[in-house]
């Protein structure tokens, strides 16, 4: 059974920074796609970074590029996302979600989602 | 970027009537169309790949149609199960974007 389990999150001031994770079981992780996908409290879905099977290539959202950075560890069926120079609208709960395969980026299953919010 | 704009926004049906969502690109896509229902509290649930794929589990009364920009999610027969938000999402081009939603809700 596939399951993705996301971490990390918690309230951070606005500048801060956080790390969160997803730890991927039940399918074989360095050959799929992974991505992190956001939704704003009441809002819509928002694709926020992806990151081929290897790791060696790396999707950003205009929203997030330079301050998001995206990173896997195949040993540890883990995906990360760091996070920094944080601001209020990236409150939002964070799902990780994977792809089929590597270089397909349909989600086909979607973690439960970790809740970030920035706020002093 | 390319937009995706769903209709309507909201849909207010019986269950056990049928149900055409819309979502319409600002550019073509192919068939890199996804379709995702989403209930309260819960994580997006893929339901349709690439514009006409049922994903794993899907009950066939979802059925997707369409490609290139129009694209029809129907639900042929309302379940109280299925009275949530939908969404389509397309894979074609970066960044991946998503449509504002479609809540389909109990009339």
């Known amino acids: 059974e596939v399951q993705l389990l996301e971490s990390g999150g918690g309230l951070v001031q606005p500048g801060g920074s956080l790390r969160l994770s997803c730890a991927a079981s039940?399918?074989?992780?360095?050959?799929?796609?992974m991505s992190w996908v956001r939704q704003a409290p009441g809002k819509g879905l928002e694709w926020v970074s992806s990151?081929?099977?290897?790791?060696?290539?790396?999707y950003y959202a205009d929203s997030v590029k330079g301050r998001f950075t995206i990173s896997r560890d195949n040993s540890e069926n883990t995906l990360y996302l760091q996070m920094s120079s944080l601001r209020g609208e990236d409150t939002a709960i964070y799902y990780c979600?994977?792809?089929?395969?590597?270089?397909?980026?349909?989600?086909?299953?979607w973690g439960q989602g970790t809740l970030v919010t920035v706020s002093s | 970027e390319i937009m995706l704009t769903q209709s309507p926004v909201i849909l207010s049906l019986s269950p056990g009537e049928r149900a055409t969502l819309s979502c319409r690109a600002s550019?073509?896509?192919?068939?890199?169309l996804a379709w995702f229902q989403q209930k309260p509290g819960q994580a997006p649930r893929l339901l349709i790949y690439?514009?006409?794929n049922r994903a794993t589990g899907i009950p066939a009364r979802f059925s997707g149609s369409g490609s290139g920009t129009d694209f029809t999610l129907t639900i042929s027969s309302l379940e109280p199960e299925d009275f949530a938000v939908y969404y389509c999402?397309?894979?074609?081009?970066?960044?991946?974007?998503f449509g504002g939603g479609t809540k389909v809700e109990i009339k």
């Open positions: 990151i081929t099977g290897s790791g060696g290539t790396t």
């Open positions: 999402q397309q894979r074609s081009k970066w960044p991946l974007t």
């Open positions: 979600a994977k792809g089929p395969y590597n270089g397909n980026y349909n989600f086909d299953y």
């Open positions: 550019q073509s896509v192919n068939s890199y």
């Open positions: 690439d514009a006409s």
């Open positions: 039940g399918f074989t992780f360095s050959t799929c796609a």
